[in-house]
């Protein structure tokens, strides 16, 4: 009867201890895990703040090029404008006197 006892006792202690390494086990696991999410977190906003730091930058380029095209347009369209004002002033103000007489 006592080795039954010493059996079960046995038994008892292999499985407490197969327990026992199995949430150690489990504990390493979720350690590594938890690492490895980290790391992939990490890494991903890395990636993440580089191309929407690409991104920006290439909407800044187009934006400034968008606006330097306008900008130049207007200075043509300025330049074109005072020539004309130029060549031709002083018929717009003979132009603009007859009409105040006619009235």
Known sequence: M???INKLTEIEDAA???VQHAEEQK???DKEYENKRRTFDEELEK???ER???IRRELEKNTSNIL???SDASTETITA???EYEE???EYAHEILRRITEV
């Open 2 to 4: 006592e080795s039954i």
């Open 16 to 18: 407490s201890a197969i």
């Open 27 to 29: 504990d390493a696991l």
């Open 47 to 49: 990636q993440t703040q």
């Open 52 to 54: 929407l730091n690409t």
């Open 68 to 70: 330097e095209s306008q």
């Open 81 to 83: 404008l005072q020539q």
């Open 88 to 90: 031709k002033h002083t």
